[in-house]
């Protein structure tokens, strides 16, 4: 069996390797600017856009794309009773894709290839959600919900993305900052709330004795509806009132985790890291809360932090535990044979704690705690790519398809 043959196989080996790649590429363009910055360790980099901007491009529209294509191709026809995607409908999205990014990459020392490399990744994008669409559409089963809400998620990401496009393409900062507004939060959250949601109890009642599989609707619309009444402010510039859907979107967030059990969780190491980055998620609900508290009061708090706390906490940390059970579970290895992920994913809770704290610090130099948790972040994410990305390109052990 050729390499070829073998990694176009499965849509979450394609998607998950580049999206391995993409961790460390993404966080090496941003480390490089970081040691400029805050650490101080040469001059700053001239870039053809803000560092911010294209960090945020990166990062929002640019890594956890990858990996959340990887798992809907595979996951979202199962969720409706359908057969696997074809090779077919997840190869060109992900050719596509991944052209889109080379070509931002590129960008970086040719400025009209960002916005152009962007265009070309929302056009992978959009081949990626048609495929999606199409198997859900076809079905007949009852139970869809989940599946047309991150297919509408899917749609307003990758709208966001031709409007990040356009903001850098034009330089304005307004656009851009809907942009990021919209990644977070009429994209990203909904995805991987929804993907948690469905799947955190399943994985639950799988391991642990007795475990009540609880899916009430009432606090899965209460979050989403938090998330977009959150947007719709912060486009707005109406921050002071933030704190309204945010409160209450993190205590409902808090009440699940307490609900689905996470006491029980630590029976399985990588059951324990489902429920552990799903706290996050309410702990960034309430930063964000509190944060917009003090704006009300006329006060500054909390920087980025709140905003690290769901994109390095949540959405990572959740990224971590999910990926590697997709990649051990579909490449024919038991799932409690990973030595590693436990370990990674506290310590990557450490470079998560480190970012938020570098709100505070002070410190500049070579210690700085936002340059460090940069270093941390490849550190991380290497160990994971060396032991998993190879399974992308073997055979399953199991001499099964897939």
Not at 51 to 76: P, Q, V
Not at 120 to 142: D, Q, T
Not at 272 to 301: C, K, N
Request: glycine fraction near 12%.
């Amino acid at each position: 069996m050729n390499l070829r043959h073998v990694f176009f196989a499965a849509p979450h080996r394609v998607m998950f390797f580049a999206g391995g790649l993409q961790a460390l590429f993404g966080m090496a363009f941003w480390a490089s600017d970081l040691g400029a910055r805050y650490a101080g360790l040469y001059a700053p980099l001239p870039w053809p856009a803000p560092a911010t901007w294209l960090h945020a491009a990166l990062m929002l529209y640019g890594l956890f794309t990858f990996f959340i294509f990887g798992f809907l191709m595979t996951a979202l026809p199962k969720w409706v009773a359908q057969g696997p995607l074809e090779q077919r409908q997840y190869v060109p999205a992900f050719v596509v894709l991944a052209a889109g990014w080379g070509l931002f990459y590129a960008g970086l020392a040719a400025a009209p290839l960002l916005p152009l490399g962007m265009l070309v990744a929302a056009a992978g994008w959009g081949l990626g959600w048609r495929a999606l669409f199409a198997s859900v559409h076809s079905s007949i089963s009852e139970h869809k919900t989940h599946a047309w809400v991150v297919l509408a998620a899917l749609a307003g990401g990758g709208g966001g993305l031709v409007l990040f496009a356009a903001g850098i393409a034009f330089t304005q900062p307004a656009l851009v900052a809907a942009a990021i507004e919209i990644g977070l939060w009429l994209f990203l959250v909904p995805v991987f709330f929804t993907v948690t949601y469905r799947m955190l109890p399943f994985f639950s009642g799988s391991v642990i004795r007795g475990y009540d599989e609880y899916r009430g609707r009432t606090p899965y619309w209460i979050v989403l509806g938090c998330c977009a009444l959150h947007a719709a402010l912060a486009v707005g510039e109406l921050r002071a009132w933030l704190w309204l859907p945010d409160l209450a979107g993190g205590t409902t967030a808090l009440w699940l985790s307490w609900r689905w059990q996470l006491r029980k969780a630590f029976v399985s190491h990588l059951l324990a890291m489902h429920h552990l980055a799903g706290v996050w998620l309410g702990v960034a609900f309430l930063l964000f809360a509190a944060q917009s508290l003090a704006a009300f009061a006329g006060s500054g708090w909390g920087g980025r932090a709140p905003l690290h706390a769901l994109t390095v906490g949540y959405f990572a940390s959740i990224l971590v535990g999910m990926a590697t059970r997709v990649t051990l579970g579909h490449s024919g290895r038991l799932i409690s044979s990973d030595v590693w992920a436990w370990r990674l994913f506290w310590l990557f809770q450490g470079v998560a704690l480190l970012r938020i704290g570098g709100e505070w610090a002070t410190e500049l130099g070579a210690f700085n705690p936002v340059w460090l948790s940069a270093l941390g972040w490849l550190g991380v994410f290497g160990m994971w790519g060396r032991v998993h990305l190879p399974m992308f390109l073997k055979p399953r052990p199991d001499g099964r398809a897939g």
